[in-house]
């Protein structure tokens, strides 16, 4: 009586099954061998995954069947058992399986009789060949990609902002694609800040044209890879570290370390939503002078029209009309605008103060000279000994890596020193140049204002910049108990100015000494004390 048997035949991918040769090959090859033998084919069953395990849709279809239909057929051929299964124990629960329900699973190329119990060695060398060779090339995958990202290279799917592309050599690589990379940086930028919350410079990046997901976003801000690090996980007897990544970093390491330092709370800066009305310009601004909670804003229908008012709320009753707000803060305002004639006096004033006040800091950057010129000198010590065996191999791997990271921390706050010493003029020309443009955004107080959205955000920025703290009103006047250095040093020079009529005052003695460095742009941030730079705190 003829036996009768279903085919399987199986291929590892999509492609191969779509491009490949394997399953038309296999199947004529199982055709020949049924002829031959007088099997009887019911089904022919295709399947493109993987056989590392018995999860695989038309596998599953094809047990169900065989269940359903028990003892009714009495083969499964394939050509090898690496197309039945790639993983010893698997195959064996599904040999035992397919025996209860009366089937025999038969390779035609590698035939073994299992009622044989010698037999099931050759069988055991047959599954497990697969499965080693499998794990071998995983393996060897692994080291490869391990060894790429030790030179720098990034393995896998290009992130946002950057497209993977193939040299002439074909070798892969990631380049810079806009204008994702621009606007993302941007976004580095805008949290570097802290004027807006997170979600909405997301927001704001999305109407821009940012490409992105909010999970992809917030993992972006996260990814050392943005400022030009690789990290390598730990392996075996090796520490964890980073290296330098052969793609061109779209964000300096100061700005990365500052973004993360805002993300994690380190950074404590005011921060206001930018959904508002040009009628409310202050709203998060201003504090209750009752209760000291922060007033939010509406408008009241009145006999005739509608009146804006900040106002508290659950439970204080404090409100105030928001145009006489406005105007009182309006009137405020131009006491930190520049004059344009005496821009350079602001400029020397300021150096001069910097200077003062900034030699720790030249004594931080030399101490960081001199202990990466230590360490490197451990190293290259360490590197003799070896040599010379008088330590082993082992040791001086711990040594290195130790030194390395020890290194590399030391080399980031010198970045960040760098950063902050450099170009102090530069900065502070552009933060005064900021100061300017608020005779450009008109008056909020004396009307209601006809501005864009974007005057009224880059108006707010601007407040935020100039108020690290929060302000109250009370008795006709705008009240703060912080103000940003270079606001206050400018307020400072302009009331000298004005009490000197012929503007020959030099006596600058009461100015604030607290100056910063960075004109109105974020500068990196460490680990030491906070003290304000720029028109924002920030540590260094």
């Not at 991918?13 to 490949?20: L, P, S, V």
């Not at 990544?245 to 993360?260: D, K, N, R, T």
């Not at 490197?376 to 330590?391: E, H, P, T, V």
Request: proline content about 4%.
């Amino acid at each position: 009586m003829s036996k009768i048997a279903d085919l399987y035949i199986r291929v590892s991918t999509d492609e191969q099954a779509e491009k490949g040769y394997s399953q038309r090959n296999q199947e004529e090859v199982l055709r020949k061998y049924c002829a031959l033998n007088s099997i009887i084919i019911r089904n022919v069953i295709f399947e493109d995954h993987s056989a590392k395990t018995f999860n695989r849709p038309e596998w599953k279809k094809l047990l169900l069947n065989l269940k359903k239909y028990k003892n009714k057929i009495d083969l499964v051929l394939f050509t090898k058992w690496d197309r039945f299964s790639r993983n010893a124990g698997d195959a064996y629960q599904m040999i035992n399986m397919l025996r209860k329900v009366g089937v025999e699973p038969q390779a035609i190329e590698q035939p073994l009789d299992l009622s044989i119990p010698e037999n099931k060695m050759m069988l055991a060398f047959y599954l497990a060949a697969p499965e080693v060779e499998n794990d071998r090339r995983a393996l060897n995958v692994f080291h490869g990609m391990r060894r790429a990202k030790k030179e720098g290279r990034y393995m896998g799917l290009a992130p946002v902002g950057y497209i993977n592309k193939t040299r002439e050599d074909g070798t892969k690589y990631i380049r810079l694609e806009e204008p994702a990379a621009s606007i993302l940086k941007w976004a580095f930028e805008e949290i570097a800040k802290g004027v807006f919350h997170t979600e909405s410079i997301y927001k704001m990046a999305k109407q821009k044209g940012l490409p992105c997901t909010k999970n992809n976003f917030w993992f972006a801000i996260r990814n050392p890879l943005y400022c030009g690090k690789i990290f390598i996980p730990k392996y075996k007897d090796e520490e964890s570290r980073f290296v330098k990544g052969q793609h061109e970093p779209i964000i300096s390491e100061a700005l990365f370390y500052l973004v993360q330092d805002v993300l994690d709370g380190r950074e404590r800066i005011h921060r206001t939503k930018p959904e508002t009305s040009a009628e409310f310009p202050l709203k998060g601004f201003f504090v209750c002078p009752e209760c000291g909670k922060v007033l939010t804003a509406s408008r009241s229908k009145g006999r005739q029209n509608y009146y804006g008012y900040y106002h508290c709320y659950n439970g204080c009753h404090y409100r105030i009309n928001a145009k006489v707000v406005n105007k009182a803060f309006d009137e405020e305002l131009k006491n930190y605008i520049p004059r344009k004639e005496c821009l350079r006096l602001y400029t020397d004033v300021i150096l001069e103060q910097y200077h003062e006040k900034t030699e720790t800091l030249q004594n931080e950057r030399k101490q960081l000279m001199s202990g990466i010129r230590d360490y490197y000198a451990r190293l290259s010590r360490a590197r003799d000994l070896l040599a010379k065996g008088d330590i082993d191999s082992i040791d001086f791997r711990d040594m290195k890596s130790e030194y390395t990271a020890i290194i590399e921390k030391m080399e980031a706050k010198l970045t960040t020193v760098n950063n902050e010493i450099l170009d102090v003029e530069g900065l502070l020309n552009e933060g005064i140049s900021r100061l300017l443009m608020l005779n450009n955004l008109g008056s909020f107080g004396v009307k209601e204002p006809d501005i864009e959205e974007d005057e009224l955000i880059e108006f707010r920025e601007l407040i935020g910049d100039i108020f690290p703290g929060k302000f109250s009103y009370t008795g006709a006047k705008v009240r703060t108990l912080r103000l940003n250095e270079i606001a206050e040093c400018i307020y400072l020079i302009n009331n000298e100015l004005d009490g000197n009529k012929n503007w020959t005052s030099k006596n600058f003695d009461c100015l604030s000494s607290q100056v910063g460095m960075t004109g109105f742009e974020p500068a990196a941030s460490s680990s030491r004390t906070k003290r304000a730079t720029g028109l924002r705190y920030i540590p260094f």
